[in-house]
């Protein structure tokens, strides 16, 4: 695992499983840089820049944003020395091209990613979860037609992710359904 200096870690999970919440954790306990690809796609958007268009398109319909554009964004924090000190990844990689590109990119700045964890929680607590998200902050990316899709997306092109990087680092699977701080716990737990 990891020395005591530095944590480099990516967390998984589809929409609505906690990921955003445990990494926001993980930043403060482990003082690691949080990486959150749909948190830099939303900003983009909101800046209307012509990036933040572009995303925007693909956000509203569920879709992935092209591999270029996200690995060119995770290479740029990754490269700050904000994330000198490790970081988690949330929401990258997405898809295995995506995977192959972080170990590249890792490769190239000589550090290794010490883990990858899933927050599993069934598709029924997670469209739940996601309605009620949508009236709580008032997404336009979690609406029935988007979250369905986005769950769909997430089964057919992430979990394989998980499959290519368990070949090279430590996958551990923990019960997202439980409450935060148990969650929290057992993140810690397989951080080590």
């Not at 929409?15 to 445990?22: E, I, L, P, V, Y």
């Not at 958007?45 to 572009?54: V, Y």
């Not at 769909?152 to 070949?167: K, M, S």
Request: proline share 4%; net charge negative; hydrophobic share 40%.
């Amino acid at each position: 695992m990891a020395d005591s200096a530095r944590y480099n870690l990516a967390l998984f999970g589809p929409a609505g499983s906690g990921k955003g919440t445990q990494a926001e954790f993980l930043k403060s306990k482990l003082g690691v840089e949080h990486i959150a690809t749909g948190e830099m796609l939303r900003e983009e958007r909101a800046r209307g820049t012509d990036l933040g268009q572009t995303v925007g398109t693909y956000l509203a319909a569920g879709r992935l944003v092209p591999d270029e554009v996200i690995v060119a964004m995770i290479r740029h924090r990754l490269e700050a020395p904000q994330a000198d000190a490790g970081f988690v990844l949330d929401g990258f990689p997405r898809t295995v091209a995506q995977a192959r590109a972080l170990r590249d990119v890792l490769g190239n700045l000589d550090r290794p990613l010490d883990l990858a964890m899933v927050l599993e929680v069934p598709t029924e607590e997670l469209i739940k979860r996601l309605s009620n998200r949508a009236k709580v902050e008032d997404r336009d990316d979690d609406t029935p037609e988007v979250i369905e899709e986005r769950l769909r997306v997430y089964h057919d092109q992430t979990e394989p992710v998980l499959d290519y990087l368990a070949d090279f680092v430590q996958v551990a699977r923990i019960d997202g359904t439980k409450q935060v701080d148990e969650v929290s716990r057992e993140i810690l737990q397989a951080v080590g």
